[in-house]
Nanobody
Framework: QLQLVESGGGLVQPGGSLKLSCAAA????????IGWFRQAPGKEREGVSC????????NYADSVKGRFTISRDNAKNTVYLQIDSLKPEDTAVYYC????????????????????WGKGTLVTVSS
């Protein structure tokens, strides 16, 4: 069974940091571009950060540039999202998703373009 499992969410104070992980089970992430998305209550799911198969290309939403860092370790079949300087508006369920990618440098950050989704991990930023 193909699965993506997110972990690392939690309650953190404004200005704090978290590191989210996205682990794949049942398939290898080597062939997939990966995206982190989030969905806040009452809002649509949005792309936060995405990374190519090779890891050489990344993309960030303007709202998180300079605070979030995406990375991947294909040997561990895991993608990470380091989130720093957290703000209350970052509160959301964070999802990782995989998009099969023919090219090593393609970045996919579109909700409708992803093939597999995890169930999400909740990040709450509050004092």
């Amino acid at each position: 069974q193909l699965q993506l499992v997110e972990s690392g969410g939690g309650l953190v104070q404004p200005g704090g940091s978290l590191k989210l992980s996205c682990a794949a089970a049942g398939f290898t992430l080597d062939d997939y571009a990966i995206g982190w998305f989030r969905q806040a209550p009452g809002k649509e799911r949005e792309g936060v950060s995405c990374i190519s198969r090779s890891g050489a290309y990344t993309n960030y939403a303007d709202s998180v540039k300079g605070r979030f860092t995406i990375s991947r370790d294909n040997a561990k079949n895991t993608v990470y999202l380091q989130i720093d300087s957290l703000k209350p508006e970052d509160t959301a369920v964070y999802y990782c998703a995989a998009a099969y990618s023919i090219t090593a440098h393609q970045v996919m950050c579109v909700v409708g373009g992803m093939d597999y989704w995890g169930k999400g991990t909740l990040v709450t930023v509050s004092s």
